[in-house]
């Protein structure tokens, strides 16, 4: 009989969705304990079905200057974020779960035994990466019902946006900053639907001009941020864009970027009452551009009412 485990449910690509013929379906969101917190080691231990945001307002609550970047869906859980491998705006920074971020996890195999697939320690040159085997498993190996996460340094941000005339404009620059080696935090594509989209229900009380645009979070000391933002500008005007400035406070970043996060559903404001289909597509960097650009004309010419928004630093377009 199938057994799938289920947390936050937060995947938007049919990964909530149990098996056809039905089974068991094991709940997980009420294993969400933080178990220990190891500020020295720079590691947290929790159950599955903790959300990272939690985790992240917990180490913030007490004063711990790190954080966990792995930054998927809001309500995303940890055990979710094992299995299906995630991601997140932070992926072209810190990357995606299938680096060092997962340390160690508990997994309760089909058989009924209980195992852990590494210790502690950071470094290991002793046999297969047990860890990376469940890592993207999507549950079809074991259920995971507890991790030991690493954590990074909490660095200061800042946001800002660039208007563009087309989305393969946009794309060019990106692809430039990031074979030029701007450090980043997140680069973020937003097509003008989705910023008409956001105007109609963003988080913030921000209206932004209804063009293609690029989010950019830029990390670090004051001065390393700025150089970085200047390097950005030059290049994104280089490529037809205008309107870059950084945020002016640290909340009007905080607004810029719930406004990007909120991304799924403000798309479903252009369509009162609908429901929505999201998909994903990754390219090489230099493909990017005739990706987006080809999606975009094909989204025109369809009349399927769609935004186009992306980890597009990671080169991933949904």
């Not at 009989?1 to 690509?13: A, K, R």
């Not at 058989?111 to 085997?133: C, H």
């Not at 209206?207 to 004051?222: L, T």
């Not at 960097?285 to 009412?305: Q, R, Y």
């Amino acid at each position: 009989m199938p057994v799938t485990p289920y947390s936050g449910g937060t995947n938007l690509e049919g990964g909530t969705r149990g098996h056809p013929r039905g089974g068991i379906c094991v709940d997980m969101s009420e294993m969400n304990k933080i178990i220990k917190i190891n500020e020295a080691d720079s590691d947290l231990v929790c159950q599955a079905g903790t959300p990272w945001m939690e985790i992240n307002s917990t180490l913030k609550e007490k004063g711990i200057p790190l954080f966990f970047p792995l930054d998927p869906s809001p309500a995303a859980t940890i055990g979710g974020m094992i299995s299906t491998g995630c991601s997140g705006t932070n992926a072209v920074r810190y990357g995606t779960a299938k680096a060092e971020w997962f340390l160690n996890i508990t997994v309760v195999l089909p058989s009924g035994e209980v195992i852990k697939t590494r210790r502690r320690a950071r470094k290991s040159s002793a046999g297969f990466d047990t860890t990376k085997i469940f890592i993207g498993a999507e549950g079809t190996l074991g259920i995971i019902t507890e991790a030991t996460i690493r954590l990074a340094p909490l660095l200061d941000t800042s946001v800002a946006v660039c208007q563009f005339p087309n989305v393969r404009d946009a794309t060019e620059a990106v692809v430039e900053i990031m074979n030029k080696g701007v450090p980043l935090q997140c680069i973020e594509l937003c097509d003008d639907d989705f910023m008409r989209a956001t105007n109609k229900y963003g988080q913030s009380e921000r209206k932004y001009p209804e063009k293609d645009s690029i989010y950019f979070k830029f990390q670090g000391p004051p001065e390393t941020i700025k150089r970085s933002a200047e390097v950005a500008k030059s290049i994104a005007e280089k490529h037809g864009g205008t309107g870059f400035s950084l945020a002016a406070s640290e909340q009007e970043a905080a607004d810029l970027w719930a406004d990007r996060k909120n991304a799924h559903y403000s798309g479903l404001a252009l369509r009162p009452g609908a429901k929505g289909w999201a998909t994903d597509v990754c390219v090489p960097i230099s493909k990017l551009p005739e990706l987006v650009h080809a999606t975009k004309k094909d989204i025109m010419e369809s009349g399927v009412v769609s935004t186009m928004v992306g980890h597009v630093g990671d080169v991933k377009s949904r």
